[in-house]
C-alpha cells in the first residue's frame, strides 16, 4: 500500500466541481508529478489532499486512515504537509522566525529545536540569513525557506505546488536536489509542475489529469508518456 492512495476523488468549490475523477498514489522514498495544463485541476486536488477544498466522493487515505473525515489540522498532524505556489512565508519576519512558525506542528518543543537545527545543517544558505528578513532573500532562498518551514513539522508527506515557478534557471537546479534529497529521506513526495521537464527530472511517477480527470499514470520512464503528456497538453475542452 502506498503512504498516500488517492482514488477517483471528485473536489472543487462550493457546487463548481473542477476535479471529477483523480486518482493518484505517492509511496514513501518517492516522488510523483502531477502534470497537466492550466486549469486542469491540479492545485484543487492537492488542496483537496490538504483538506482546504472538501472531497465530494472517492476516497484518499495516508497509510490507509480516510482523509475525508479529518480537518486540514489533523491531516497536518498525521504528516501532510502542504507548500503552496507562491511561498507562503511571511516576508517581513526573519528566516528564523519564520522557522520557528514550523515548529508549533512538531510533536514537542525539543523535537522542534532538533528540527530547526537539521534544517539549518540541510540549508546552510538559511543558516547565514537567519537574522534576514525573508523579504531580503532572494526566489530561490524563499523557495528554500518555504520548504524547510514544511520539513520541519517532520511530515511523511510533503505536497509541493509549482516549486519551479518564477525562479531563474540556475536556481532551479538547487529545487531539484532539494526534492531529490527529500526521497532519499523516505518522504512520500507530491508534486504539482507546469514545467514538464523539470517534473520529469525530479519523478519516479507521473499521473496525468485532464479537465479534473486523471488521463495517465504511470513510470516516468515509460514509453509513451510523453505522448499522454502532449495529448493532455493539446486536449479540445
Ligand atoms: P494552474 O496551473 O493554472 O494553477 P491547475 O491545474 O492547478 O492549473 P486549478 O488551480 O486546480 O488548476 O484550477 C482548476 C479550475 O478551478 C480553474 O478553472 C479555476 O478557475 C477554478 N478555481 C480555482 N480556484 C478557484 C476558487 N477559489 N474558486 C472557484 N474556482 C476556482
Do not use: W
Not at 471529477?20 to 508529478?33: C, E, Q
Not at 486512515?65 to 511561498?87: N, S
Amino acid at each position: 500500500m502506498s503512504t498516500l492512495e488517492v482514488q477517483a476523488i471528485a473536489c472543487g468549490y462550493g457546487d463548481l466541481r473542477v476535479v471529477t475523477d483523480a486518482t493518484l498514489s505517492v509511496d514513501a522514498g518517492s516522488v510523483t508529478a502531477l502534470l497537466g495544463r492550466n486549469g486542469a485541476g491540479k492545485t484543487t486536488t492537492l488542496r483537496a489532499i490538504a483538506g482546504l477544498n472538501r472531497i465530494t466522493s472517492g476516497r484518499a487515505t495516508l497509510d490507509g486512515a480516510d482523509l475525508a473525515t479529518m480537518p486540514a489540522y489533523r491531516r497536518a498532524r498525521a504528516g501532510i504537509a502542504y507548500v503552496q505556489e507562491g511561498k507562503r512565508i511571511f516576508r517581513s519576519r526573519t528566516v528564523e522566525e519564520n522557522l520557528l512558525l514550523g515548529t508549533y506542528a512538531a510533536s514537542s518543543t525539543t523535537r522542534g529545536r532538533e528540527l530547526m537545527g537539521e534544517m539549518y545543517e540541510r540549508f546552510p544558505l538559511l543558516a547565514e540569513r537567519r537574522k534576514l528578513r525573508a523579504a531580503q532573500l532572494s526566489g530561490g532562498q524563499q523557495q528554500m525557506l518555504a520548504i524547510a518551514q514544511a520539513l520541519i513539522a517532520d511530515p511523511r508527506v510533503l505536497l509541493l505546488d509549482e516549486p519551479s515557478a518564477g525562479l531563474a534557471p540556475a536556481i532551479v537546479g538547487q529545487v531539484l536536489d532539494v526534492i531529490r534529497d527529500l526521497r532519499t529521506r523516505g518522504l512520500a513526495v507530491l508534486l504539482v509542475e507546469q514545467a514538464v521537464e523539470f517534473a520529469l527530472a525530479a519523478a519516479d511517477r507521473v499521473v496525468v489529469l485532464n479537465l479534473g480527470r486523471t488521463v495517465h499514470s504511470g513510470h516516468a520512464t515509460d514509453t509513451g508518456l510523453r505522448e499522454a503528456i502532449q495529448r493532455a497538453y493539446m486536449a479540445e475542452d
